[in-house]
Antibody, heavy 120, light 112 residues
Framework: AVQLVESGGGLVQPKESLKISCTVS????????IYWVRQAPGKGLEWVAR??????????YYADSVKSRFTISRDDSKSMVYLQMDNLKTEDTAMYYC???????????WGQGTLVTVSS | DVVMTQTPPSLSVAIGQSVSISCKSS???????????LHWLLQSPGRSPKRLIY???NLGSGVPDRFSGTGSQKDFTLKINRVEAEDLGVYYC?????????FGSGTKLEIK
């Protein structure tokens, strides 16, 4: 079975940094585009970032709300994806979900999420 | 950004009834390859989202055929036949035709 397991969430103060991770198993990781989607408490879903595969030069894409502050990366040898979050703001407080694509497209598989809280 | 408008925001149905959820986009969701990248997800209480339907009408793996999706261009519908207790949660439509991908605000399904 496909599993995505996020880790690294926690409580940080505004302007601080945090790096969250996602470990993927059960699929050919190197062939999968990976996305981060977040959900603020009591709110809906918001796409955050995307990283494509090696044949697509590991191209990355970001929502305007996080561009220049967040960086998505991947390590195919470890089947892991990371989201480096810098200059965090209170509005970045959310559950962060890692989600993988497949031959049927985006958001095929989801992790359980990791909670990031930005508060002073 | 493409705005996805879902209606109704919430609904309450009895077990065995059928329901429909509407999703309208501010732009056509037909991509240059001719495909329409409109998807439906369900977030059960306390759980992460799960993709039910992709590209308008294709059921995801393991999704019961009580679920069906229809629509084209800017107007889409998710129908659930014979609602079961496990169907409760928040349903989201999502588009990945245009950048950035966007989600509807959700429809909360409650069981009477």
């Amino acid at each position: 079975a496909v599993q995505l397991v996020e880790s690294g969430g926690g409580l940080v103060q505004p302007k601080e940094s945090l790096k969250i991770s996602c470990t993927v198993s059960g699929l050919t990781f190197s062939n999968a585009a990976i996305y981060w989607v977040r959900q603020a408490p009591g709110k809906g879903l918001e796409w955050v970032a995307r990283i494509r595969t090696k044949p697509n030069n590991y191209a990355t894409y970001y929502a305007d709300s996080v561009k220049s502050r967040f960086t998505i990366s991947r390590d195919d040898s470890k089947s892991m994806v990371y989201l480096q979050m810098d200059n965090l703001k209170t509005e970045d407080t959310a559950m962060y979900y890692c989600t993988a694509g497949s031959t049927t497209g985006w958001f095929t598989y989801w992790g359980q999420g990791t909670l990031v809280t930005v508060s002073s | 950004d493409v705005v996805m408008t879902q209606t109704p925001p919430s609904l309450s149905v009895a077990i065995g009834q059928s329901v429909s959820i509407s999703c309208k986009s501010s732009q056509s969701l037909v991509y240059s390859d001719g495909k329409t990248y409109l998807h439906w997800l369900l977030q059960s209480p306390g759980r992460s989202p799960k993709r039910l339907i992709y590209q308008v009408s294709n059921l995801g793996s393991g999704v019961p055929d009580r679920f069906s999706g229809t629509g084209s261009q800017k107007d889409f519908t998710l129908k659930i036949n014979r609602v079961e207790a496990e169907d409760l949660g928040v349903y989201y439509c999502a588009q990945t035709t245009h950048f950035p991908p966007t989600f509807g605000s959700g429809t909360k399904l409650e069981i009477k």
